[in-house]
């Protein structure tokens, strides 16, 4: 096996790990509520405790990353994943499960950044760049997907009401081979000017400046509220599924985590089926026309959930119909995110790209945070169906945001970056 075959490997485990545990957030505030005796507003501050890690990593440490090595951080990363997932399977405790995502925040955040610049050493002509994205996001899809089944599992299997947690241990061991598989991988990072650079403190703040520059452009602003909004549903809905699953449509708690792996799995097939039509439809009409289909299934499979009541023996073959329609929406949700995100960085210079990723990540993490945060208030006060309902806000919004950014691309104001003091 060759080096650069060795270093995609390594690439796709790395960031397909960081993608599983990122967006097991659901299962476990599922687990928080039922076994800690966590509220449901309680139990949402893991939301915050990932994403707002995120915001802070990508801030702080992704303008430093060039010089550490994308390869270092890669390992230090696994390393530390690894070491709280081996705590969380001992500590059995809600402020150990708030620290350990607090953790994967950060070396989320830090994955990403060099993940994707890891991309361009290995693959710098435009189409390998495109075809190994494209690579490392849908691995990374598979990877969320795995993990809520590996989730379900270990859940099915718990006798104690602990022994959920050792599936900690098994995502210790993926950890520990990623970090091995890169300890034998070399990368060559000479490409990388700026991490031969002198780090000055001119240097350091360098790119905290672009993006705030960045935040002068219209295009910039609209897009970023989009972005905002769009991930605000998503990971409300994703968050809370399990939750919503298991207490509106009583289905059993292994079931109800399976039962949410629709929902990524239909993201998956919307962002695969999205690349065909966007070769023929104009984005700002697939986009819209996604967003009526989320909305018209949010209005008609809600109503559905009304009076459920608790039965026995609920499977696969007799449960309610919303548990298989409703996260299909995942389908027409899915093609919004990657094609604003294609839309906005290629309408801007090469060289503004890192900085509008960085502030991608940073919104990004925002809206998940906010968008848990206030579904769970709903869910606990009010109930999961108003807490869905509350989409149509954001979706409505984020339909308004895309023809004005559409409008403002056409005018070309996203290559009018204001010049550097």
Same mark, same amino acid.
């Given at each position: 096996m060759g080096t650069q075959t060795r270093a995609v490997i390594a690439l796709i485990l790395t960031y397909a790990v960081l993608g599983l545990l990122m967006n097991s957030v659901g299962v476990v505030i599922l687990q928080s509520i039922r076994h800690y005796g966590v509220t449901k507003t309680h139990a949402s501050s893991l939301e915050a405790c990932k994403d707002l890690s995120v915001v802070i990593a990508s801030f702080l440490l992704a303008t430093r990353l060039p010089k550490f090595g994308f390869r270092r951080a890669l390992i230090a990363s696994?390393? @530390? *994943?690894g070491m709280g997932a081996l705590l969380m399977s001992i500590a059995n405790a809600f402020w150990m499960t708030q620290l350990f995502f607090v953790l994967t925040g950060i070396c989320f955040g830090t994955g990403k950044v060099a993940t994707y610049a890891s991309i361009g050493l290995l693959r710098p002509d435009r189409a390998g760049h495109a075809s190994l994205t494209g690579l490392v996001e849908g691995v990374f899809m598979v990877g969320v997907l795995i993990g809520v089944w590996m989730f379900s599992w270990f859940i099915g299997a718990d006798a104690t009401g602990t022994d959920w947690l050792h599936v900690y241990w098994l995502i210790a061991g993926l950890c520990a081979v990623a970090a091995g598989l890169w300890a034998i991988t070399p990368l060559d990072e000479s490409a990388n000017e700026i991490g031969a650079e002198p780090e000055s403190a001119a240097a350091k703040s360098a790119g905290w400046r672009?993006? @705030?520059?960045?935040l %002068? @452009?219209?295009t910039a602003i609209a897009f970023l *509220? &989009? $972005?905002f909004l769009y991930v605000l549903i998503e990971q409300s809905i994703g968050t809370w599924l399990p939750t919503f699953n298991n207490e509106i449509l009583h289905l059993p708690p292994e079931m109800s *985590?399976? %039962? &949410?792996? $629709?929902? *990524? %799995? %239909?993201? /998956? $097939?919307?962002?695969?089926?999205a690349s065909a039509l966007l070769r023929r439809i104009h984005w700002l009409k697939l986009? @819209? /026309?996604?967003i009526v289909c989320v909305a018209a299934l949010v209005l008609l499979t809600l109503p559905t959930t009304q009076g459920l009541t608790l039965r026995p023996g609920v499977g696969w073959l007799n449960a309610p119909v919303a548990a298989y329609v409703f996260p299909l929406i995942g389908v027409f949700m899915a093609p919004i995110y990657p094609t604003l995100c294609s839309v906005m960085l290629t309408s801007l210079p090469q060289e503004r790209h890192a900085a509008m990723v960085g502030l991608m990540v940073i919104f990004s993490a925002l809206g998940g945070t906010i968008g848990s945060f206030l579904t769970g208030m709903i869910f606990q006060h009010l109930s999961g169906q108003n807490a869905f309902y509350m989409t149509l806000v954001p979706l409505t919004l984020i339909a308004i945001a895309l023809i004005r950014f559409d409008r403002m691309i056409g005018r070309? &104001? /996203?290559?009018a970056v204001p010049a550097e003091a």
């Open positions: 696994m390393t @530390l *994943v672009q993006m @705030l520059r960045l %002068a @452009l219209p *509220v &989009s $972005i *985590v399976q %039962a &949410s792996s $629709i929902f *990524v %799995a %239909a993201l /998956a $097939i919307g962002r695969l089926g986009m @819209l /026309a996604c070309g &104001s /996203a290559h």
